[in-house]
């Protein structure tokens, strides 16, 4: 059963009245626009997602709540284009960037390390680029460059060792493969502090998905369709993604530096946002789901 992470507070910060339009760019499995349709009676939600699967399912979810909304089977990456067809401006978008944990829990995607699939990783299952491509045919450079990046893995180097001597006997296939070939690769110790496969899984996710460039873009395409009084809320679970949302906050945010110390701040310089929240998960919402130990939620309101 998937769980919403920060789903209150998210919820809250999105400040919904009854009229509300409202954008989930990560629709999933209907958990955060579940709770936005039931308080938007007469708004409307516009919800994405590239997983057809999840689509299905958040669909039944949301027929039984209210027909004043609309799936958009597109990834985020295509928000403006998608939405400047049927709206102007919203009150609130909201971004989820977990995987959701029946994409986890599904073991044929390929996306967990506790279980043995073909190496798949996508988001979206009609794209040509998988895991099993970045894993058997990248470089060497390429590899250790994606997991230093994208998963912060201090053994990138050592790992990709490993996994270039394993695919030049043969072809790695499944997920528990190649977990095995990374935790040969890594020393005693790692192993015992955490699932050594954890940071490199994600940093080939996130490389299949293009991820980090989809996510910069999106953002900033949110910032210029939200109307006066309206909020962007980010949900990250991870460094690199927390790293873009809080320095594409404060450049619209913050006064240029050059300027701070003025008395009065000419007009054109003045931001058009103001950052409302950065906050963490509880310690009882970290027990009750482990997933979220890692999610931030930032909230940014348009002031201008």
Not at 19 to 46: E, M
Not at 72 to 91: A, H, M, P, Q, Y
Request: charge should be positive; include cysteine; glycine fraction near 4%.
């Amino acid at each position: 059963m998937h769980e919403s992470v920060l789903l209150t507070e998210s919820i809250e910060y999105l400040n919904l009245n009854s009229k509300s339009i409202i954008v989930d760019c990560t629709l999933g499995y209907a958990g955060h626009s579940s709770c936005i349709l039931r308080q938007i009676k007469h708004g409307f939600l516009y919800a994405f997602d590239q997983d057809k699967e999840a689509i299905k399912e958040a669909d039944k979810k949301l027929k039984t709540i209210g027909s004043n909304y609309e799936i958009i089977n597109t990834n985020f990456v295509n928000l403006k284009k998608e939405l400047t067809k049927r709206v102007d401006k919203v009150d609130g978008i909201l971004f989820d960037l977990g995987v959701s944990s029946p994409q986890l829990d599904q073991a044929n995607r390929g996306f967990s390390f506790h279980k043995d699939a073909p190496l798949d990783m996508r988001m979206d299952q009609s794209q040509k680029l998988t895991a099993y491509k970045v894993v058997n045919d990248y470089s060497k450079e390429t590899l250790i460059k994606i997991l230093k990046e994208y998963g912060e893995e201090k053994y990138a180097t050592r790992i990709v060792e490993g996994i270039i001597k394993a695919r030049q006997n043969k072809n790695i296939e499944t997920t528990l493969q190649l977990a095995e070939i990374i935790k040969q690769s890594v020393p005693e110790k790692y192993r015992r502090q955490t699932h050594p496969a954890r940071k490199t899984f994600q940093a080939i996710r996130i490389e299949v998905n293009d991820e980090l460039n989809v996510f910069k873009k999106a953002l900033k395409d949110a910032l210029d369709l939200i109307k006066v009084g309206g909020r962007v809320c980010v949900i990250t679970f991870h460094s690199l993604e927390d790293r873009i949302c809080k320095q594409v906050f404060n450049e619209v945010s913050l006064v240029p530096k050059e300027l701070q110390n003025l008395p009065v701040i000419p007009d054109e310089y003045k931001p058009k946002y103001k950052v409302i929240a950065n906050i963490k998960p509880t310690n009882k919402e970290i027990e009750k789901n482990n997933r979220s130990r890692s999610a931030r939620l930032r909230v940014i309101e348009r002031s201008l």
